[in-house]
């Protein structure tokens, strides 16, 4: 057992304060329940980074807490070279979102009052004038305490849900990553059910049953990786991978990548998404969406080609292709849509499709620049879907149809979500440009060195998508802040403190990581560069040559199935 208990206090304080949140709400107001979510996950974030220090100086390798569980074996939790930006990124995005939701949800909790805004008609809009022309008293104390009350629900079900991310990537044991994996959903499902937009219940529903028939699937697979092993622990599982059977191999890799393929949302298994991100609170969607969806490409990397080893170079060419159709498919969706949550959700899909294509890469560089995309979409689709909700807002609609010029009028708005839109279309000095170009690099890498002409068309159909990217990306900024303002638009003005405030975070973090990308890549590459050592079909990184005069060492003369000698 662990002498500290730095991620178990990580993974576990969010949901201790929920309840915690729930009450104080109802009793104290929006304010304390806000800085308590608030300081809880700050604490959490803070209480991650510790040993994190000691994996980026290179101390320790990882750091684990470990706690006897019983017959399914051990509760551990993990923090290495691959769980580190998952974990990291999930925590901020969680913190400084818990400081966004504040105004957001509380105009939206006013709006779905019977009466006012767009939630119904018949009853009076709360504090307005009676046939008397009195205010009635009862009305706002009613009204500010049903806010009171759905505020503090909403912050328990946040937290609940931050947990369940956290825990999912931080898990060591197959069981105990499924039990995280299906918390994630619960909370996130009564997010969209009760705060949503549109049908909600319907879409939460839809959400509901196409994820946790994705988790069902996965389970199957993780139950017949744990009895061929003979446990659940991932360290069992990886020394005993070569007792599964070879007939069972290539159901069990297509349960995991079905299973996590509709976390991830790739292309036929997307269905869910553009509904469930559209409709879902503005905060949550920026949750969703860059952070939750992502963990399917953890899952892959961890589950399958961490721990059935061997088994990855035989099927990597289909993730590669499966990438390029997401990327297509989901930037070509998204030129085509007028809702800015839907091109948002759209776009979510094509960068999953990013990150696939750099996971089917066969080449650490490709693999690393996919894992490293998770960071970059989390921070740029972050403030895009905070963007999207300061215009909601700002001007109650969403529709680019109705919106124009608005440059001048939300000018923060404008400079910080044009940072989240480079960041997304990869342009320095973005954290969106290293990752891109890492990954295209090891896509390259393998095309060329394998002399693989089909490989070759795929990087460059890949290439081609990211002019997609930024078609989609310019033509929604260019609808939204340039051109004429609409006539009902002309006394808007930018969103409060909250807003910029947070959107502003994320993009400095985008700008930070994009000047000082090591702060993330050297874990990732050290890490994913261990899982593949000694797997031949697997490229390494390039390194300086010696003798050379500033060139790199043919890709040839570094393939491992030439070091025999060593």
């Known amino acids: 057992m662990a002498e500290s208990y730095f991620l178990l206090a990580a993974t576990f304080i969010p949901l201790l304060m929920a309840p915690v949140a729930f009450v104080l709400s109802r009793k104290a107001g929006v304010n304390a329940a806000t800085w308590l979510s608030f300081g809880a996950l700050a604490v959490s974030t803070g209480l991650l980074i510790i040993p994190a220090v000691g994996i980026y100086n290179g101390s320790q390798e990882a750091y684990v807490e470990s706690y006897t569980w019983g017959q399914f074996g051990d509760f551990g939790l993990r923090l290495d070279g691959l769980s580190l930006p998952f974990a990291l990124i999930i925590y901020i995005l969680c913190t400084v979102l818990a400081l966004y939701s504040k105004p957001y949800m ?9 009466g006012h805004g767009k939630g119904g008609h018949g009853s009076p809009a709360p504090g307005t004038s009676d046939n008397s022309g009195t205010v009635s008293q009862t009305t706002v104390v009613d009204t500010k305490q049903h806010v009171n009350n759905q505020m503090g629900l909403y912050f328990a079900l946040y937290l609940a849900f931050s947990m369940g991310m956290l825990g999912t990537v931080l898990a060591t044991n197959l069981i105990e990553f499924y039990v995280f994996f299906e918390l994630m959903l619960v909370p996130s499902f009564f997010l969209i059910a009760f705060y949503g937009y549109g049908a909600r219940r319907r879409i ?19 139950l017949a990786m744990g009895f061929f092993a003979g446990g659940f622990d991932f360290e069992t599982i990886k020394q005993n991978a070569g007792n599964i059977p070879e007939q069972w191999l290539p159901l069990i890799v297509f349960a995991l990548v079905i299973g996590l393929g509709v976390k991830l949302a790739a292309f036929l298994l997307h269905i869910w998404l553009p509904y469930a991100h559209a409709e879902a609170p503005t905060p949550v969607s920026a949750l969703l969406s860059p952070a939750m969806i992502g963990i399917g490409a953890y899952g892959l990397l961890r589950l399958w080609m961490e721990l059935l080893t061997g088994s990855y170079e035989q099927y990597s060419l289909y993730i590669n292709m499966w990438g390029l159709a997401t990327m297509i498919y989901g930037g070509a969706m998204a030129l085509m849509q007028d809702d800015i949550k839907k091109v948002l959700a759209y776009s979510s899909v094509s960068q999953m499709g990013y990150i696939l294509f750099g996971l089917g890469s066969e080449s650490i560089l490709g693999i690393t620049g996919g894992t490293m995309l998770y960071v970059t979409h989390g921070l740029g689709k972050a403030i895009l879907f905070m963007m999207a909700g300061s215009i909601i807002l700002q001007t109650g609609t969403r529709s680019m149809a109705k919106l124009g010029g608005l440059a001048g009028k939300m000018p923060y708005t404008a400079v910080i979500a044009m940072i989240g839109a480079l960041t997304i279309i990869g342009i320095p000095p973005t954290s969106g440009f290293m990752a891109e170009w890492i990954m295209f690099n090891g896509v390259l890498q393998t095309a060329t060195n394998d002399m693989d002409p089909f490989r070759t068309a795929m990087f460059a159909f890949g290439i081609l998508a990211t002019v997609l990217s930024s078609a989609y990306i310019l033509w929604m900024f260019k609808r939204i802040f340039f051109g004429k303002i609409p006539e009902e638009l002309a006394h808007v003005k930018d969103s409060n403190r909250y807003i910029i405030a947070t959107m502003a975070t994320f993009a400095a973090l985008s700008l930070i990581i994009g000047v000082l990308p090591d702060l993330f890549l050297d874990p990732i590459t050290d890490y994913i560069g261990g899982m593949f050592e000694g797997q031949e079909g697997v490229l390494p990184v390039p390194v300086p040559a010696e003798a050379a005069e500033g060139g790199i060492i043919h890709l040839e003369e570094s393939n491992p199935a030439e070091g025999e000698g060593e």
């Open 204 to 222: 939460a529903l839809m959400f509901f049953f196409w994820t946790h028939v994705g988790a069902v699937v996965l389970l199957l697979g993780l």
């Open 106 to 114: 509380v105009h939206k909790v006013m709006e779905d009052l019977p």
